[in-house]
């Protein structure tokens, strides 16, 4: 059973910025999901297995990179330049497939979830 821990969600100002940790039990390719209450579930980011590959949502291009470690198996997502509308509870997650995916159903496990908040 792969296990993904999460940490670094908590309340920041807008324009500041936030650090969030994924820890897999394995190595694989890993997204960055969010959802906003009342919201689906969006991608964020997206890296691929050897890490040489990322894929971001518009929304947070410029502002938000996905990075992973030298031994593989945990995700970082640097998020700055912070906004309000940023609020949401991220998840990461993890397939087993090679590639790197901006589709949620393509994942196979999930993290427990962190909560960032912005003010404004």
């Known amino acids: 059973q792969v296990q993904l821990v999460e940490s670094g969600g908590r309340l920041v100002q807008a324009g500041g910025s936030l650090r969030l940790s994924c820890a897999a039990s394995?190595?694989?390719?890993m997204g960055w999901f969010r959802q906003a209450p009342g919201n689906e579930r969006k991608f964020v980011a997206a890296?691929?297995?050897?890490?040489?590959?990322?894929e971001y949502a518009d929304s947070v291009k410029g502002r938000f990179t996905i990075s992973r470690d030298n031994a593989g198996n945990t995700v970082f997502l640097q998020m700055n330049s912070l906004k309000p509308e940023d609020t949401a509870v991220y998840y990461c997650?993890?397939?087993?497939?090679?590639?790197?995916?901006?589709?949620?159903?393509?994942?196979?496990?999930w993290g427990q979830g962190t909560q960032v908040t912005v003010s404004s």
């Open positions: 997650a993890a397939r087993t497939a090679r590639s790197r995916s901006t589709l949620s159903y393509e994942y196979d496990y």
């Open positions: 394995e190595r694989y390719p």
């Open positions: 890296i691929n297995w050897s890490g040489g590959r990322t």
